[in-house]
């Protein structure tokens, strides 16, 4: 059995389900366990949100989830176990869109996995995001929260013109 699990959930069949990754990671010789679960919000960039569309390529996103796992088993260091589930899909407000689980011997690692595998996530993994908004419109979106001084120009772009504006890397 591998110690890192990774999936894509059609979110037409079956929500995520955070109690699965817990049950994947549980394990007696770990101590620690973090969780991350991302949930669509009703809010951003100024705009208020209706739902998401997220399409994905599977075969490539899950090489590249396996991927981030073992990196993540590299730089935390020490036995640990990864769960990393990403919804495909319309989801409304509230409905889950990813969910990242570490189990470490400690809290330190596991924390430090679960940040390591959503950061890498929004910036490696071949998902597409469209936002729909309240008033019809609908945008392409790029997850990057490790973009920040990009996202306060975005910002800055839609409180001056209500525009939103991507970046490149």
Known sequence: MTDIYTAVVDVVHAPLNPPAALD?????????IATFIG??????????????????????ALRIFQ???????????????????????????GDLAVVIAAATPHRDEAFRACRLAIEAIKHEAPIWKQEHYVDGHS???EGCSLCEEHREAE????????ETRGHQH
């Open 67 to 93: 991927s981030i796992g073992e990196r993540a088993r590299r730089e935390v260091g020490g036995p640990m176990k990864l769960y990393i589930a990403h919804a495909k899909g319309d989801l409304r407000i």
């Open 24 to 32: 994947f990671v549980s394990d007696p010789r770990f101590g620690g």
């Open 39 to 60: 949930r669509v919000r009703q809010h951003n960039l100024g705009r208020t949100v209706t739902g998401i569309s997220y399409d994905l390529f599977e075969p490539l």
């Open 155 to 162: 910002l800055a772009a839609v409180k001056r013109d209500g």
């Open 139 to 141: 945008a392409w979106s």
